[in-house]
């Protein structure tokens, strides 16, 4: 089951980029990433009352709680990042950079969680995963010399953030049911996503939002609520190591959307690193 929802995961992540991209057109990344996380909190606590879990929040522990919102700001600051990056830069390019937190999170995962089975497959496949991500964003020849990376930077950042709120969410959500642990979770995101709005001085901008933008942005929002649950009941009940490796499919998803949406096309060295990254995660799912 947990592989199934693992999958479920990565299918909406996908999707997630490609309505965000839809969406930050016009819109400040920063503002989109507000309105998307306040969906994205309705979206979880509607899924808490639904599976009743809200009677529990009275008997996390500590330690959970202060996991669950160290991952809430790991998410908050990956989440600022990434849709920093895709307001500047091509899916096909941000989204690899932004997946291959799987190597940082497959490698905690084995040393923290004392994941070592199989563990020679395991790392192979996350060094093959890393190639796959290199091979993606190698800047092509023939892109004009003003058009430099400066999304880069923010699209490590995104991984590097992503990495730990998947370390911090997998003990924080240990003895949370699932649901309510994404929706805790959110509620830290969706602080530290205003206090950044406001301390920069962009809350007037939510009044001037194109409504097109604004119906993509809360689509964006339902398919991160989606995934956000499928992935903290596959982290929790599942292996860290594998679980990561396949959300990160979603790269597959986001590519594909881009090429016929944006018409974003991939090389052949990009296509090549596609397929190490499908290849090696597909490798570590079966040996799981």
Do not use: H, M
């Given at each position: 089951m947990w592989l199934i929802m693992a999958a479920l995961s990565a299918l909406f992540a996908g999707l997630t980029s490609i309505l965000a991209k839809c969406g930050i057109k016009k819109t400040d990344s920063e503002v989109a990433t507000v309105l998307r996380t306040v969906v994205v909190l309705l979206f979880s606590w509607l899924m808490v009352f639904v599976v009743g879990s809200a009677g529990t929040i009275t008997e996390i522990s500590a330690k959970s709680s202060i996991f669950l919102i160290l991952s809430g700001i790991a998410t908050g600051a990956s989440w600022i990042c990434y849709f920093k990056a895709l307001s500047i830069g091509d899916v096909n390019k941000v989204v690899p950079v932004d997946k291959s937190s799987t190597v940082l999170t497959v490698l905690l995962a084995i040393i923290l969680f004392n994941e070592t089975k199989h563990l020679a497959v395991k790392l192979i496949g996350t060094a093959l995963l890393a190639v796959g991500v290199l091979l993606m964003i190698e800047k092509k020849k023939t892109?004009?010399?003003?058009?430099?990376?400066?999304?880069?930077?923010?699209?490590?950042?995104?991984?590097?953030?992503?990495a730990l709120t998947s370390i911090f969410g997998k003990i924080g959500i240990s003895d949370v049911e699932s649901n309510l642990g994404t929706a805790i979770r959110t509620g830290v995101v969706l602080v530290i996503a205003?206090?950044?709005?406001?301390?920069?001085?962009?809350?007037?901008?939510?009044?001037?939002?194109?409504?097109?933008?604004?119906?993509?942005?809360?689509?964006?929002?339902?398919?991160?609520?989606?995934?956000?649950?499928?992935?903290?009941?596959?982290?929790?009940?599942?292996?860290?190591?594998?679980?990561?490796?396949?959300?990160?499919?979603?790269?597959?998803?986001?590519?594909?959307?881009?090429?016929?949406?944006?018409?974003?096309?991939?090389?052949?060295?990009?296509?090549?690193?596609?397929?190490?990254?499908?290849v090696s995660t597909l490798t570590m799912a079966i040996w799981a």
């Open positions: 892109e004009e010399k003003e058009t430099k990376r400066t999304w880069l930077p923010y699209a490590i950042g995104s991984a590097v953030f992503a205003w206090l950044i709005v406001f301390v920069k001085g962009k809350g007037n901008e939510v009044k001037k939002l194109d409504r097109k933008e604004l119906v993509f942005i809360a689509l964006s929002g339902i398919a991160t609520g989606a995934s956000w649950l499928c992935y903290y009941y596959a982290i929790q009940n599942g292996i860290v190591s594998v679980v990561v490796p396949i959300d990160k499919l979603s790269v597959v998803v986001s590519v594909a959307f881009s090429c016929f949406v944006f018409k974003e096309k991939l090389n052949r060295k990009a296509i090549a690193g596609l397929i190490l990254i499908v």
